[in-house]
């Protein structure tokens, strides 16, 4: 057998698209949790009987969903001063991403805050308002400095 007769091996997601899988998924199980209250743990089930997880990061998932409740307060305080409007005024699905953006801001320097302001902005066009990733991205370029703020330097320069 040659070596263009063997079958393809299916090709394994990468890490970056599997973490925009997880993302994804946990804007859309941070929502539902804003808004029914049910508990993370019965939500989190729900979600991974009705998707499929094979080409999602589901640790990141998993942390996303369980990290941004019990920080919601100091991830809220860390981005009001950011916003051009009340924390009750902001739209459901923004505050959702905002949330999570701060989470990954604040507890994941390991994912380069460039990236997460970008996947903040993509999620917030797929998700969001018509213009609700403008405002998704003003508030994370006001964030970033804040909670990133030696990375940040030292980029600009």
């Known amino acids: 057998m040659s070596e263009h007769d063997k079958p393809a091996k299916p090709a394994k997601p990468n890490k970056i698209a599997m973490r925009r899988k997880a993302r994804s998924l946990a804007v859309q199980a941070l929502y539902s949790w804003q808004l029914a209250g049910q508990p993370l743990n019965e939500i989190e089930a729900q979600f991974r009987v009705d998707n499929d997880f094979s080409e999602v990061d589901g640790a990141y998932f998993h942390e996303i969903l369980h990290g941004v409740p019990r920080l919601k307060s100091e991830l809220d305080e860390a981005f009001q001063p950011c916003l051009d409007r009340p924390l009750d005024e902001v739209d459901p699905v923004e505050l ?25 902005i993509e999620l917030a066009k797929v998700y969001g308002a018509t213009d609700g990733h403008k405002f998704v991205n003003g508030v994370l370029d006001k964030l970033a400095p804040r909670l990133r703020g030696a990375e940040v330097r030292g980029k600009r320069s």
């Open 96 to 120: 959702a991403i905002l949330r999570l953006s701060a989470y990954e801001l604040r507890n994941r320097v390991d994912v380069p805050y460039r990236v997460v302001i970008n996947e903040g």
